[in-house]
């Protein structure tokens, strides 16, 4: 079900929209919603990434020197999972 918003845009950004939906053969209210769709599958990707990130999600939780972190390298089978 469609529904009609209200909201305040700036009117270069109102502008530079127009022209392309115009260069792109639809209508504004079309192109405005594959834009946000594109917008918000992006999101999702980025979400996606960073929740199976561990370098993301321990950033600034591992506070090391550069030595421990030498030294942590150089042990055995530091590189093998399970």
Excluded: P, W
Excluded at 15 to 25: N, R, S, V
Excluded at 39 to 67: H, P
Aim: overall charge positive; glycine content about 2%.
């Amino acid at each position: 079900m469609k529904k009609k918003i209200g909201t305040m845009l700036d009117e270069e950004l109102i502008l530079k929209t127009k022209q392309a939906a115009l260069l792109e053969d639809q209508a504004l209210s079309h192109f405005l919603t594959n834009a946000l769709k594109m917008y918000l599958r992006s999101l999702e990707k980025r979400k996606d990434i960073v929740q199976n990130d561990v370098c993301a999600t321990t950033r600034g939780v591992m506070k090391l020197s550069i030595n421990t972190l030498k030294a942590i390298l150089k042990e055995e089978k530091v590189y093998e999972t399970r």
